[in-house]
């Protein structure tokens, strides 16, 4: 119901005494401890919150004073814990690009498989020791141990019906309402890595369900349709095809073209005895790990080559329009494997027994037959993907999709305490933090924002307000969503309409409203066009958006009244949300916030986690604390490693032997660096931009008679280093100048990738116990803590993160880390720390040492 006129009219007599205010905005907007409300058992907010409202009101009103055209923008960064994070049982199993492991097997750089099917990598692990479990079961069979706090992406049939998006809740939070028939995200097909196979998957799929794979050193094939012989012929080595015309043509040999069935000349019957599928009778047959674990594609022909076999796609009987698509089988293992498969391209798929139907077995002994059961697997695959080449049930499936059928779904069906046993969480780099778990379950890695948007929006006139996070999704099916259940719960929600991304005024909707854009780095543009007398910009996880749009928004918020609040994770070490800190902290006002001080955090997980790894650990800093790491999760050279370097007295290494390391650069944003170490001290380092490699040679042999070096190493990944590394040696240094390419093999492979992520770690070791570097220098120190190591995949080798990907997260290419990287390639021998500069005085000393022992003259 419509609120009275004359109550908005005394509303908005009140709400003007807010504006410099937004507290007591809040504690007057919202029905605190007001019974049959969500805020019964509340009645006020959270301390931090508070805290963060009352700086925001300082600062409002410490600029009211200004003229429009000087007052400086309001800026505020907040950093908070994580919380009490995402349990899973130790032994589930996760989806990684290999195949599977159990979750507690895991390891930070190990890759898994995103909610997208797409290989994602491990940023964290995260034991949380015993708890209690649930069994999560869904529509489709399937189900997960999981913990009370573990969080789920869902949505209801009413979200559905609205198209509203996913929202976050926990296993506790459904528990209590499963009513609501909560349904989680399907995965995208699961993108393992390619295997080698003997026999095409389309063919295997075929003889699987239509093949007898019993007769001696031969296999036979049925087909009712036309194109199938021909399609295995296609898909078969050359010289091998279908032979024979048994029973009008329907059934055929795989053999060579010459009809010989002989086991020698078939390499097709010795593939299925290698995978031991030879002999097997129809109710023994199974799908081989190597296909199962397969690429999209293989495992797509796969299913068209047993769907062609023994599937179908058919109306329902008493249903217009009403299809089913099925696959049948009398083997309970290829059953199995079949919804395996399915589950694995993103679809669903149950199966029903018949024990009358299947075929009759005789046993000898008693001359009694019996049934095998008859599995009937019902599938609903995504409807991008059509399970059939064969054309009169590719042409039914088409129309199905065309008229009735919808994507599958996978919804909650009942939650059951299990056990009390250890459970562990991961952090992954997925842009949702989605994860896949056994049988392709996809599950996940604010108010205060929402406060702020109400109390702008209610006491500006025709303000503009930007909403962005990491992604879409987080965006409207986290902050939006909370939006609505605030803007229901204010005072004067009759002012404000809300659609799908967007929060307006009844009486100004063009010019007076909010909107939710999820950025986009490849068009930043669409946060410059933020202008107007008020103007509020919100980032909700800050760490995660790229350097670009916080420079676009910095130059947007320019004119009139302009407040920029920045929430986020402090998981990074790098990055702008970083530098609020650190070297921007004089233009911002941070605050951090302690989990232990939130009410609805679990205290004994918080408890737990602190006994565990110690409150000093970054474990603890991250998770808890709202503190940013001494290093990121997975950065190779923390920041208390380089500014320790930074802090030490270079003095005391004069005799050192002096090396040059030059990384090489053209044209573009990257640069040539010369980096001149001597023991653990930097002598010098010059920098410089679009030399060709004639140029970058003549600059280095000036430096190289100027300052007498002992070692001189290039980078020979690419053109330009290569090509100044030459001329350089023929000027007179060949003895002390070397080529290192990143990519080469390490001096230990058994434990670094390549010569680069070797080099690195050198450096680090370097660093951390003597180095010393200078403290004007930012752009070393920018490089120095920019990348980040994993393992490679499928090995333990460990690895550094590429200068593109890097550039990827909108990073500078860490061209004079790499060049003091470079310095420590190769170890600097005796020989040459005496050996002199230029080939005239070298010569001129080898006379005078054949002069000085003339015994060895001849």
């Not at 916080?550 to 949300?577: D, S, Y």
């Amino acid at each position: 119901m419509a609120m009275p006129l004359e109550t908005q009219r005394d509303i908005a007599d009140e709400v003007g005494s807010f504006w410099a205010d937004p507290l007591g905005f809040v504690y007057w907007c919202f029905p605190w401890g007001a019974k049959g409300t969500p805020l019964e058992k509340f009645t006020d907010p959270e301390d931090w919150q508070i805290e963060i409202l009352r700086r925001l009101g300082e600062q409002v009103r410490a600029g009211a004073g200004s003229a429009a055209e000087t007052r400086a923008a309001i800026q505020i960064a907040v950093s908070s814990g994580h919380g009490c994070g995402k349990p899973l049982k130790y032994n589930e199993i996760v989806y990684t690009p290999a195949g599977y492991k159990q979750i507690g097997m895991l390891l930070v750089g190990d890759f898994v498989l995103g909610g997208d099917g797409r290989p994602c990598r491990v940023t964290g692990v995260y034991p949380q020791g015993p708890q209690q479990l649930y069994r999560v079961s869904f529509s489709d069979g399937s189900s997960v141990l999981a913990g009370g706090t573990h969080q789920w992406a869902v949505k209801t049939n009413a979200d559905r019906a609205r198209g509203k998006p996913a929202r976050v809740v926990t296993t506790d939070e459904m528990r209590g309402q499963l009513h609501r028939k909560y349904q989680i995200p399907m995965c995208g097909a699961a993108e393992f890595a390619p295997r080698p196979v003997d026999v095409d998957p389309y063919v295997l799929g075929y003889s699987l369900a239509n093949g007898n794979l019993c007769t001696q050193s031969a296999v036979r094939v049925s087909c009712y349709d036309e194109g199938v012989f021909d399609e295995i012929d296609r898909r078969l080595p050359d010289g091998y095809g279908c032979h024979g015309s048994g029973q009008g043509g329907r059934y055929r040999h795989i053999s060579q073209q010459t009809g010989c069935f002989v086991g020698d000349a078939n390499p097709i019957w010795h593939a299925l005895e290698r995978y031991g599928l030879a002999r097997v009778k129809s109710h023994e047959k199974f799908i081989p790990t190597e296909y199962l674990y397969n690429t999209v594609e293989s495992r797509i022909d796969l299913l068209r080559g047993l769907m062609d076999g023994d599937g179908c796609v058919s109306p329902r009987k008493g249903r217009p329009n009403g299809y089913r698509c099925v696959f049948s089988t009398s083997s309970a293992q290829l059953r199995d494997d079949v919804v395996w498969l399915v589950q694995s391209l993103g679809g669903v798929a149950g199966y029903s027994a018949d024990d009358r139907r299947g075929r009759k077995i005789k046993i000898a002994e008693n001359h009694a037959t019996t049934n095998h059961i008859n599995y009937q697997v019902s599938i609903n695959l995504p409807n991008s993907i059509n399970p059939f080449f064969v054309e009169r049930k590719l042409a039914m499936y088409e129309l199905w999709v065309e008229t009735t059928k919808r994507e599958p779904i996978r919804a909650v069906v009942s939650i059951e305490a299990e056990e009390v046993a250890d459970a562990y969480c991961i952090a992954v780099d997925n842009p949702e933090s989605l994860y896949l778990t056994k049988d392709f379950i996809v599950t996940h890695n604010t108010a205060l924002i929402n406060w702020i948007i109400l109390w702008f929006m209610s006491t500006r006139t025709h303000p503009h307000i930007v909403v962005t996070a990491n992604t879409k999704p987080q965006l409207q099916g986290k902050t939006w969503s909370e939006l609505a259940k605030w803007h229901g719960l204010a005072i004067n929600r009759d002012w404000f309409k809300r659609t799908k991304d967007k929060l307006a005024c009844v009486w100004a909707p063009d010019t007076w409203f909010t909107e939710a854009t999820a950025w986009d780095k490849a068009s930043p543009q669409s946060f410059a066009g933020t202008h107007g007398d008020h103007v509020l910009m919100i980032f909700d996880e800050g760490s995660e958006i790229p350097e670009i749009i916080w420079e676009v928004t910095e130059g947007a918020l320019t004119v009139g009244e302009c407040i920029w609040i920045v929430f986020g994770n402090p998981t990074l070490n790098t990055g702008r949300f970083r530098e609020c800190w650190r070297q921007m902290r004089e233009f911002w006002s941070t605050m951090q916030v302690d989990s232990r001080t939130v009410r609805i955090t679990n205290k004994k997980i918080i408890e737990r986690q602190i006994k565990a790894y110690g409150e000093d650990s970054d474990f603890v800093r991250i998770r808890v604390l709202g503190l940013f790491p001494r290093a990121s999760v997975q950065q190779l050279i923390g920041d208390d490693i380089v500014m320790a370097a930074r802090e030490r007295d270079p003095a005391g290494f004069e005799n050192a032997p002096l090396q040059f390391g030059i990384d090489c650069a053209r044209f573009g944003d990257d640069q040539t660096v010369l980096y001149m170490r001597q023991g653990a001290a930097t002598r010098n380092v010059i920098k410089w931009r679009g030399l060709d490699e004639v140029q970058i040679a003549d600059k280095v042999t000036y430096w190289a008679h100027a300052v007498k070096p002992h070692q001189i190493v290039f980078d020979g990944s690419g053109g330009y280093g290569a090509g100044a590394y030459d001329l350089v040696r023929r000027r007179g240094f060949e003895d002390i100048t070397y080529a290192c390419n990143f990519g080469s093999r390490a001096s230990s492979p058994e434990r670094f990738k390549n010569k680069r992520i070797e080099m690195w770690w050198r450096m680090m070791e370097w660093l951390r116990d003597v180095g010393c570097i200078d403290d004007r220098d930012q752009e070393l120190y920018d490089d120095l803590i920019g990348p980040v190591y994993f393992y490679a995949s499928h090995s333990s080798q460990l690895q550094l993160e590429s200068k593109q990907d890097m550039k990827d997260r909108q990073l500078p290419s860490p061209d004079t880390a790499d060049a003091l990287a470079l310095t420590f390639a190769y170890p600097v021998h005796p020989l040459e720390r005496e050996r002199p500069r230029d080939k005239l005085t070298r010569n001129r000393m080898r006379i005078e040492a054949r002069r000085s022992r003339p015994w060895q003259a001849n």
